[in-house]
């Protein structure tokens, strides 16, 4: 009977009742959106990086390590030396291990130095491996593997030329030494599309004639630079895969304790979570702001109720004619605000799913941020249903001054 009585109530005021849903429905997308939007990009940034067990460096701190060696931030304080890590190659536990050499550049795009071993190992988003979006992985020492940001803002195809410059925002250039892309790398929301990726043996020969970071007037031909010897004297940090997870911790303490030189070894799902600790101030402003828009929606709704009450006192008298209490009418004020409120969720929980359907490939090709499409999750059953409260208590003020005419009101109007 009551629920007849509310249904009918809100299809008298069907487009004052439809835009307060509305708006709850789009403040209601917009708060599950953002909750969607900050658990994607917490799941992303976690799996920034897959299957390596340890990343080794030079002793600093875990997020400086992580900072610089995935994600091309800021820069090492030390080198590793390469008998460092030939030592931590040879160890037992270790099932494989990927240097890595950075400190070029190209157009403000980090250069990394590695080996081919580095697109095999290298995973993210749980275990996807790097896929070519053009041509092939690097096979002569002056072919170079770009990531899709890269060939996208400098325009490059399989076959341009690239030239690295020594260090970061430096002027000076290894022109004697260009090399050539030999394939792009398809889209991974990852560090990887911002990076250009050469042999470690190309960074050694592109400082052939090079001591203490300037030129020494010397240019070595390149076919004399291609029979010498290119191991390199250090690399920056190395990425180790071990055999048996068991093993991880034992391996993290002997490199931490590594006699011969300082080195850091660090778990990178550890280091990636102390990371997002420290953004984790912006994720609680963009859950603040959307909040608020909720609240403002719940405002409005309030508003809408207080500003019927008059047009609604015969309405109200005709029900206290009809033996209606007081409190059932403040009850049906609040019953209607919650049906508002439980229907605005749902449309809202709708238009989201379908704006997920829609805009997920593009979000994820232009920003590399997977937004999984699943069932409301516990938490956000839970906001769902405090939305709803909020709307009842809510409508209470409005319901109680109904309450208050009721009682003063009869069937006499007031014009």
Same mark, same amino acid.
């Given at each position: 009977?009551?629920?007849?009585?509310?249904?009918? !109530?809100?299809?008298?005021?069907?487009?004052?009742?439809?835009?307060?849903?509305?708006?709850?429905? /789009?403040?209601?997308?917009?708060?599950?959106?953002?909750?969607?939007? #900050?658990?994607?990009?917490?799941? !992303?940034?976690?799996?920034?990086?897959?299957?390596?067990?340890?990343?080794?460096?030079?002793?600093?701190? !875990?997020?400086? /390590?992580?900072?610089?060696?995935?994600?091309?931030?800021?820069?090492?304080?030390?080198?590793?030396?390469?008998?460092?890590?030939?030592?931590?190659?040879?160890?037992?536990?270790?099932?494989?291990?990927?240097?890595?050499?950075?400190?070029?550049?190209?157009?403000?795009?980090? *250069?990394?130095?590695?080996?081919?071993?580095?697109? &095999?190992?290298? &995973?993210?988003?749980?275990?996807?491996?790097?896929?070519?979006?053009?041509?092939?992985?690097?096979?002569?020492?002056?072919?170079?593997?770009?990531?899709?940001?890269?060939?996208?803002?400098?325009?490059?195809?399989?076959?341009?030329?690239?030239?690295?410059?020594?260090?970061?925002?430096?002027?000076?250039?290894?022109?004697?030494?260009?090399?050539?892309?030999?394939?792009?790398?398809? &889209?991974?929301?990852?560090?990887?599309?911002?990076? *250009?990726?050469?042999?470690?043996?190309?960074?050694?020969?592109?400082?052939?004639?090079?001591? !203490?970071?300037?030129?020494?007037?010397?240019?070595?031909?390149?076919?004399?630079?291609?029979?010498?010897?290119?191991?390199?004297?250090?690399?920056?940090?190395?990425?180790?895969?071990?055999?048996?997870?068991?093993?991880?911790?034992?391996?993290?303490?002997?490199?931490? %304790?590594?006699?011969?030189?300082?080195?850091?070894?660090?778990?990178?799902?550890?280091?990636?979570?102390?990371?997002?600790?420290?953004?984790?101030?912006?994720?609680?402003?963009?859950?603040?702001?959307?909040?608020?828009?909720?609240?403002?929606?719940?405002?409005?709704?309030?508003?809408?109720?207080?500003?019927?009450?008059?047009?609604?006192?015969?309405?109200?008298?005709?029900?206290?004619?009809?033996?209606?209490?007081?409190?059932?009418?403040?009850?049906?004020?609040?019953?209607?605000?919650?049906?508002?409120?439980?229907?605005?969720?749902?449309?809202?929980?709708?238009? /989201?799913?379908?704006?997920?359907?829609?805009? #997920?490939?593009?979000?994820?090709?232009?920003?590399?941020?997977?937004?999984?499409? %699943?069932?409301?999750?516990?938490?956000?059953?839970? *906001?769902?249903?405090?939305?709803?409260?909020?709307?009842?208590?809510?409508?209470?003020?409005?319901? /109680?001054?109904?309450?208050?005419?009721?009682?003063?009101?009869?069937?006499?109007?007031?014009?």
């Amino acid at each position: 009977m009551i629920l007849r009585l509310v249904l009918g !109530s809100l299809r008298a005021r069907a487009l004052t009742v439809g835009m307060t849903i509305l708006s709850i429905a /789009l403040s209601v997308t917009l708060f599950l959106g953002v909750e969607k939007v #900050r658990t994607g990009a917490r799941a !992303s940034f976690a799996d920034t990086i897959s299957g390596t067990d340890l990343i080794v460096g030079a002793r600093s701190g !875990s997020v400086q /390590l992580l900072l610089y060696s995935v994600f091309r931030i800021g820069n090492a304080t030390n080198n590793v030396t390469w008998q460092s890590y030939q030592d931590i190659a040879a160890q037992d536990a270790v099932d494989w291990i990927v240097p890595i050499s950075l400190g070029d550049s190209h157009k403000q795009f980090r *250069v990394m130095g590695t080996t081919p071993e580095f697109f &095999k190992r290298y &995973k993210y988003r749980g275990d996807r491996d790097l896929d070519f979006a053009q041509g092939r992985t690097i096979g002569d020492l002056y072919d170079t593997v770009i990531g899709a940001d890269v060939a996208k803002t400098l325009g490059y195809k399989v076959g341009d030329p690239i030239v690295v410059a020594h260090g970061l925002a430096s002027f000076t250039e290894h022109d004697d030494q260009p090399f050539r892309v030999s394939g792009i790398l398809a &889209k991974t929301g990852t560090p990887v599309d911002r990076t *250009v990726i050469v042999g470690l043996d190309a960074i050694e020969a592109i400082h052939v004639d090079w001591r !203490s970071g300037a030129k020494t007037g010397t240019v070595t031909p390149t076919d004399v630079i291609r029979t010498m010897d290119l191991t390199p004297t250090a690399i920056t940090a190395a990425l180790v895969g071990v055999k048996s997870p068991l093993q991880v911790f034992r391996l993290q303490r002997w490199i931490n %304790e590594y006699p011969e030189e300082p080195l850091l070894a660090v778990l990178p799902g550890v280091a990636l979570q102390e990371l997002w600790q420290i953004v984790g101030l912006a994720e609680t402003a963009l859950i603040g702001v959307s909040g608020m828009v909720v609240v403002t929606a719940l405002l409005g709704m309030m508003a809408m109720i207080f500003s019927s009450l008059n047009e609604r006192r015969r309405e109200m008298a005709i029900w206290r004619a009809m033996g209606a209490r007081p409190a059932t009418i403040l009850g049906l004020l609040v019953a209607e605000a919650a049906c508002m409120a439980a229907l605005g969720a749902v449309l809202g929980t709708l238009l /989201l799913y379908a704006a997920l359907a829609v805009g #997920r490939p593009f979000v994820d090709q232009a920003f590399g941020l997977w937004l999984p499409i %699943e069932a409301p999750s516990v938490q956000e059953t839970r *906001v769902l249903l405090v939305v709803i409260g909020a709307a009842a208590l809510a409508s209470l003020l409005p319901a /109680l001054r109904a309450y208050r005419l009721s009682l003063a009101d009869g069937m006499m109007v007031r014009i």
